[in-house]
């Protein structure tokens, strides 16, 4: 029996590329990283508390508060002294020299934030007494969103493709994509040899609302084509089964059909969505995947959306006839908040919502 694997190709890469961050971050972060994966936060989350780390470790050299030369060098010391204007510093600088948005600094607080939670409540030094107690990071307030669920919900029904609009996307890449491309003979080429599964790829989407890491995950033996089923990764390694919608299937066959003859698949060659690289078959990246769904968006009405609009394009169309709690489980969701933004997601829906009462 096959070894049921853990981690998403993606989140093993991440994985990498915090053991090579490491070596330039001070001991303790090492410490925090053992922590966290002891209560399952994923090395993709982690790998961008890393990069927040980075940056604030850096900036606390460039403005003199850590008398060091190298982020490495920080102390605890310099940590829990750490004075409450000089961590809003932090932000401001972030906000007004960096010109981050608010969602962005938020991330980065939050970030902070879970280090030195760590380091003040779940550290024991020889004496089994945390490193330190003063948290100077418990007392800097995170901003509030000022958007409501409904303002919010309109913003995503602007920037999604909304109920045929989404077969019109599939066939305006099968049939009329080429001719915007009809000069340029090598993206010509590429889409020929691509077409059958850029396809499959979209219509899935459109079809099942997964992200994109779970579909960049999508092994052969995780796609039940005649069931219409998915067996995914969710974000903290959850397992999941996922069904999706009849239209997809035609594409889907096409593109397994010819996906060991055109990319030179191997037959221990497990993923199910590939590339040629240098002449053999690749696993299709995340990134990879993302531009393909731009490039095609960008053609078809001048606007480079990405997976996840496409996923909540599904999830509107879903929501209109479904539960939300029905739409958690397709999606993913541990909360109805972030599902219910899909229910009556456009002016139109609310108003038709409300007009209901009248008959």
């Known amino acids: 029996m096959a070894k049921r694997e ?33 209560g399952n936060t994923s090395p993709s989350t982690l790998l961008g508390y890393f990069h927040d780390f980075e940056k604030f470790f850096q900036w606390l050299i460039t403005e003199g508060i850590a008398d060091v030369s190298t982020p490495k060098e920080i102390s605890l010391k310099t940590l829990e002294e750490l004075k409450l204007t000089e961590a809003n510093a932090f932000f401001t600088h972030l906000k007004y020299d960096l010109e981050l948005q ?7 607080k939050s970030s902070l934030k ?3 939670k760590y380091l003040t409540e779940r550290t024991e030094d020889e004496e089994g007494e945390c490193y330190f107690y003063r948290n100077v990071m418990a007392k800097v307030k995170m901003h ?32 009329d994509y080429v001719s915007s491309i009809d000069k340029q003979k090598l993206k010509k080429a590429y889409f020929k040899r691509d077409k059958e599964r850029d396809l499959a790829i979209i219509t899935l989407f459109l079809a099942s609302g997964i992200r994109v890491s779970e579909l960049a995950n999508l092994t052969l033996n995780a796609v039940n084509l005649k069931k219409r089923k ?18 997809a299937v035609p594409y889907l066959e096409k593109y397994r059909d010819l996906r060991e003859t055109r990319y030179k698949a191997l037959q221990d060659e497990k993923y199910y969505f590939l590339t040629k690289y240098r002449g ?23 606007e480079r959306l990405y997976p996840h609009k496409m996923r909540h394009s599904f999830a509107t169309e879903y929501a209109k006839h479904n539960t939300v709690y029905d739409l958690m489980r397709q999606l993913g969701h541990s909360s109805t908040d972030t599902s219910s933004l899909y229910v009556n997601s456009s002016e139109d829906e609310a108003r038709n919502a409300i007009d209901k009462l009248e008959k």
């Open 230 to 247: 998915l067996n995914v990764l969710r974000k903290g390694s959850k397992e999941s089964t996922v069904f999706f919608r009849e239209f």
């Open 6 to 38: 853990r981690l998403t190709r993606q989140q093993r890469l991440h994985k990498e590329k915090l053991e090579l961050k490491l070596p330039s971050l001070p001991w303790y972060v090492d410490q925090y990283k053992d922590d966290m994966f002891s």
């Open 144 to 175: 509030k969103v000022k958007e409501d669920l409904d303002v919010r919900a309109d913003r995503i029904s602007t920037k999604i493709l909304h109920g045929e609009e989404m077969l019109d996307f599939v066939a305006f890449i099968e049939n």
């Open 102 to 108: 608010d969602d962005s600094i938020n991330r980065k």
């Open 114 to 116: 879970s280090l030195f």
């Open 280 to 302: 053999s078959a690749q696993p299709l990246s995340v990134r990879s995947i993302q531009e393909l769904i731009a490039k095609y968006t960008e053609a078809y009405r001048d």
